[in-house]
């Protein structure tokens, strides 16, 4: 029923930064948990950062601790990724994902409900 689509993805060089976006639609955002997984080629998918409904907790992948952050705007359905000096080895699709559990998008990737369909972000030397 819910629908994810990103948007915000491109080509930058180490060290720029990026604001990735999930749209949400054909549910009740608010009462969902959120979350950002990034898949690299050859590489399988990975949590990267997860928020509550509520937005009050955020809980992130521990190499993008300190660069990258999480935020969501209930009233527009929208969910947030702002990606802070970027290196070489964030390059992947990153893809927003919807739960209604936090404890799904932290730790159960095959767990969760919800899934766009990605969005490219390569970060060169």
């Known amino acids: 029923q819910v629908q994810l689509v990103e948007s915000g993805g491109g080509l930058v060089q180490a060290g720029d930064s990026l604001r990735l976006s999930c749209a949400a639609s054909?549910?009740?955002?608010?009462?969902?948990?959120m979350g950002w997984f990034r898949q690299a080629p050859g590489k399988e998918r990975e949590f990267v950062a997860g928020?509550?409904?509520?937005?009050?907790?955020?809980y992130y992948k521990d190499s993008v601790k300190g660069r990258f952050t999480i935020s969501r705007h209930n009233a527009k359905n929208t969910v947030y990724l702002q990606m802070n000096s970027l290196k070489p080895e964030d390059t992947a699709v990153y893809y927003c994902a919807a739960d209604s559990e936090i404890l799904t998008i932290r730790f159960s990737l095959a767990g969760v409900d919800y899934w766009g369909k990605g969005t490219p972000v390569t970060v060169s030397s």
């Open positions: 928020i509550t409904w509520t937005g009050s907790s955020t």
């Open positions: 054909g549910g009740t955002f608010s009462s969902y948990a």
